[in-house]
């Protein structure tokens, strides 16, 4: 798991759990994570998640 971004962003903090592996994204504010998200399933899985989907799935961690 990596973590990415601008910790000194005022977003927060996000994770989505991957539903083919478990594997769990996260990444600093709702752009970075769709980004590391999208890159996850094509890299590993061989397949493009909609965006809508992940942000769907995501959450702030506190």
């Known amino acids: 798991m990596e973590v990415t971004g601008d910790a ?4 927060p903090l996000m ?3 991957c539903p083919a592996c ?3 994204v ?3 504010g709702a752009e ?3 980004a590391v998200a999208t890159e ?3 890299d590993v899985h061989g397949y493009d998640v909609p ?4 942000l769907n799935s995501a959450r702030s961690i506190d």
């Open 40 to 42: 996850h399933t094509r």
């Open 8 to 11: 000194s962003a005022d977003e």
């Open 26 to 28: 996260e990444a600093i």
């Open 15 to 17: 994770e989505v759990i």
């Open 32 to 34: 970075e994570l769709v």
């Open 22 to 24: 478990g594997g769990i």
């Open 51 to 54: 965006r809508e989907h992940i």
